[in-house]
């Protein structure tokens, strides 16, 4: 079965219907979260929760009802469609109305749409990990909102693809911000170092869980800035993300990080991670 939430109804993809007036579709004029769902769970979700009042807030999309309510629309979802392992989309756009910039009259209903995707955790890229490139970071300065406007992502990610690589890492001026789809992490000398969560990176609800588990596991961690160089001459590379885990890169730029394999301390915080799960 394959039923998606829209708005508050309970129906199969074919009868969802979406106006070609949405704002979603003209200007990418609305907000999004991924959930994960482990053994037909939702997988942390009042960071989402946080993360898209948050969002949903500084673009000015009033939610269409209560997180309370929206968590109990997802858990039905989810129970609906028999989802054990994947991950549910759900997005909220500002509505339909006829195209122009300004805000739609107020009487204008934003539009939720969220579905379930069955798919497997990724063990085989955490295991052997992944090769990046770096790319310039060429997006808005609003990187902490999860909003719908994520071409210069997608013209990334396609870029590294294209390349033969499994993410690309960004950076302003040599300064490493995040990835296309996920936050990015070095250990230096034993040590964890990531971007701040400030307005240039998504604020990744996988980060947080990460840190969590440094934090757990004494192993010492700095939210500073670092550049491209430091990441060349780092021990390991991790990306964090909803749908990657803790994936090791094991070469950047055709570069090899450390030794080439996954690295003693991204080892450790995947089984923190798997314990997590689990526990
Ligand atoms: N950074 C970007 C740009 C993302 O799109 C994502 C997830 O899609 C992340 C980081 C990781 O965030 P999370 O751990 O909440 O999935």
């Known amino acids: 079965m ?6 508050n109804q309970f129906l199969p993809k074919e009868q969802v219907s979406i106006s070609p007036d949405d704002r979603g579709y003209y200007f990418g004029d609305g907000v999004y979260e991924v959930f994960r769902v482990y053994n037909g769970n939702l997988f942390e979700p009042e960071g989402h929760y946080r993360r898209l009042e948050k969002s949903a807030r500084e673009v000015r ?3 269409p009802y209560s997180l309370e309510r929206l968590h109990q629309y997802l858990t039905e979802l989810i ?3 028999h989802l054990q392992e994947g991950t ?12 122009a910039h300004p805000f739609p009259p107020t009487h204008t209903e934003p539009v939720l749409m969220a579905f379930c995707n069955e798919i497997a955790r990724p063990k085989s890229t955490m295991e052997q990990g992944i090769t990046a490139i770096t ?3 060429i997006r808005w300065l609003r990187c902490d909102l999860k909003t719908l406007n994520l071409l210069a992502n997608v013209m990334a990610k396609q870029h590294a693809l294209d390349q033969g690589a499994g993410e690309v890492i960004l950076h302003r001026n040599g300064t490493i911000t995040e990835c296309s789809a996920s936050n990015f992490m070095i250990i230096k000398e034993g040590e964890l170092f ?6 240039l990176i998504l604020h990744g609800i996988t980060r947080e869980v990460v840190l969590r588990l440094a934090r757990n596991l004494d192993i010492v961690y700095h939210e500073r800035t670092f550049t491209i160089e430091d990441l060349l001459s780092a021990e390991e590379a991790f990306i964090s993300g909803t749908t990657v885990e803790v994936t090791p890169i094991i070469s950047v730029d055709g570069r090899r990080i450390g030794t080439g394999r996954p690295g ?3 080892r450790k915080l995947q089984q923190a991670f798997e314990q997590l799960i689990n526990g």
């Open 264 to 266: 003693p301390v991204t």
């Open 135 to 137: 790319a310039d970071d």
């Open 61 to 63: 999309i009033p939610l």
């Open 79 to 81: 129970q609906a469609n």
């Open 88 to 99: 549910v989309y759900m997005q909220i756009t500002r509505g339909a109305a006829p195209r």
């Open 194 to 199: 990531t971007h701040p969560a400030n307005n």
């Open 2 to 7: 394959n039923l998606y939430l829209y708005q």
